[in-house]
T-cell receptor, first 114, second 112 residues
Framework: DAKTTQPPSMDCAEGRAANLPCNHS???????VYWYRQIHSQGPQYIIH???NNETNEMASLIITEDRKSSTLILPHATLRDTAVYYC???????????????FGTGTRLTIIP | DGGITQSPKYLFRKEGQNVTLSCEQN?????MYWYRQDPGQGLRLIYY???????QKGDIAEGYSVSREKKESFPLTVTSAQKNPTAFYLC???????????FGQGTRLTVV
């Protein structure tokens, strides 16, 4: 069973910030929040991950609530190339990626509008 | 450049035939994985391997087989026992203790 819930779809205007929410209310203390995205007919691409502090890299920012039960992925200036399915997953620290039989769920289909 | 390569990108086979999908990585990763993706669905784990000459079944292993004779290679065979083999197949690799995984570009298998 998926440990996260995400809205099935979202739209965002080009150039605006895209904010993608994820609920992970059953997250454990040793589990990280990971975000991947999948552009149509390609393999998923790693975006960012975090434990409890907010994180930022060249692609996005990750905001995790203080109780860690939810998070938001922020694409600061969305472009048409950001149109993709975004997956939020939780993974224990140091785990083997497949060892816990992780499922990605159906993610959020983000469409950037010109 | 380092990466993970799947081939071919598109594959067509007749029903009842076995087919093998290739996955090669030069990232020096110990762990490799195979996922299946159906239209509008997420990724489902078929098999994974944490070390050479060892592998474990995932959630939907029936009708599939794998081998891990080399660290760099993890081929997936879709056998005739797989009832609905038409799907998008994704291979991934990661360091065993690192949770970030890298994916190949996928193979779209169509069985007619």
């Amino acid at each position: 069973d998926a440990k996260t819930t995400q809205p099935p779809s979202m739209d965002c205007a080009e150039g605006r910030a895209a904010n993608l929410p994820c609920n992970h209310s059953t997250i454990s203390g040793n589990e990280y929040v990971y975000w991947y995205r999948q552009i149509h007919s390609q393999g998923p691409q790693y975006i960012i991950h975090g434990l409890k502090n907010n994180e930022t890299n060249e692609m996005a920012s990750l905001i995790i609530t203080e109780d860690r039960k939810s998070s938001t992925l922020i694409l600061p200036h969305a472009t048409l190339r950001d149109t993709a399915v975004y997956y939020c997953i939780v993974r224990p620290l140091g785990s083997n990626f497949g060892n816990e039989k992780l499922t990605f769920g159906t993610g959020t289909r983000l469409t950037i509008i010109p | 450049d380092g990466g993970i390569t799947q081939s071919p990108k598109y594959l067509f086979r007749k029903e009842g035939q076995n087919v093998t999908l290739s996955c090669e990585q030069n990232l020096n990763h110990d762990a490799m994985y195979w996922y299946r993706q159906d239209p509008g669905q997420g990724l489902r784990l078929i098999y994974y391997s944490q070390i050479v000459n060892d592998f474990q079944k995932g959630d939907i292993a029936e009708g599939y087989s794998v081998s891990r004779e080399k660290k760099e290679s993890f081929p997936l065979t879709v056998t005739s026992a797989q009832k609905n083999p038409t799907a998008f197949y994704l291979c991934a690799s990661s360091k065993v203790t690192n949770t970030e995984a890298f994916f190949g570009q996928g193979t779209r298998l169509t069985v007619v």
